[in-house]
T-cell receptor
Framework: ETGVTQSPTHLIKTRGQQVTLRCSSQ?????VSWYQQALGQGPQFIFQ???????GRGNFPPRFSGLQFPNSSSELNVNALELDDSALYLC???????????FGQGTRLTVV | AQSVTQLGSHVSVSEGALVLLRCNYS??????LFWYVQYPNQGLQLLLK??????LVKGINGFEAEFKKSETSFHLTKPSAHMSDAAEYFC????????????FGSGTRLSIRP
């Protein structure tokens, strides 16, 4: 157990819809990162939040957006869902400056 | 730019045999290197990490990895495989800034034969 929890664990959405995924960080952590892991591939960095501001972004379009709250919990929002958005979405929390990130179990999103 | 290449998408070994999973990295700055394990339908668990202290890094579950700058490699080994080691393994690299993202390889699936 890493102390990082994600909800929901599984989700099915229709193409064109919007989705919100949630992440509760490990206690004391102030940095949250989100990753997309397509089937059979390694995780790809989406973005990172520190002190409620985006602090780095990977090669993902603007329809992927996020929020970090004062308690360091976080949301990933995806608008106008596409079939290729089907993936495991992983949240990782850490303390700014630490080398280790702790990953949640992930949310499996299926877009039909 | 940073990247990692994992050699072999699938490795199969017999129980009790040596496990060797290969990883080569590319980085324009001194990197941090990691190995993560992922069991089916689960998130990622850190096995070990290299952060410029000892070049031979020991991790959990009997795994270790050696950082070789001259070969730009960070191969993962375990002397004796156990059935419970069957999983997906990811090599990863990051920079040393607090804002650095973790860049993952494509993964190696380890199977253990009885």
């Amino acid at each position: 157990e890493t102390g990082v929890t994600q909800s929901p664990t599984h989700l099915i959405k229709t193409r064109g819809q919007q989705v919100t995924l949630r992440c509760s960080s490990q206690s004391g952590h102030n940095t949250v990162s989100w990753y997309q892991q397509a089937l059979g591939q390694g995780p790809q960095f989406i973005f990172q939040y520190y002190r409620e501001e985006e602090n780095g972004r990977g090669n993902f379009p603007p329809r992927f957006s996020g929020l970090q709250f004062p308690n360091s919990s976080s949301e990933l929002n995806v608008n106008a869902l596409e079939l290729d958005d089907s993936a495991l979405y992983l949240c990782a929390s850490s303390f700014w400056g630490d080398t280790e990130a702790f990953f949640g179990q992930g949310t499996r999103l299926t877009v039909v | 730019a940073q990247s990692v290449t994992q050699l072999g998408s699938h490795v199969s070994v017999s129980e009790g045999a040596l496990v060797l999973l290969r990883c080569n990295y590319s980085s324009s700055v001194p990197p941090y290197l990691f190995w993560y394990v992922q069991y089916p339908n689960q998130g990622l668990q850190l096995l070990l990490k290299y952060t410029s202290a000892a070049t031979l890094v020991k991790g959990i579950n009997g795994f270790e990895a050696e950082f070789k700058k001259s070969e730009t490699s960070f191969h993962l080994t375990k002397p004796s495989a156990h059935m419970s080691d069957a999983a997906e393994y990811f090599c990863a690299v990051s920079g040393r800034s607090s804002a650095s993202k973790i860049i993952f390889g494509s993964g190696t699936r380890l199977s253990i034969r009885p």
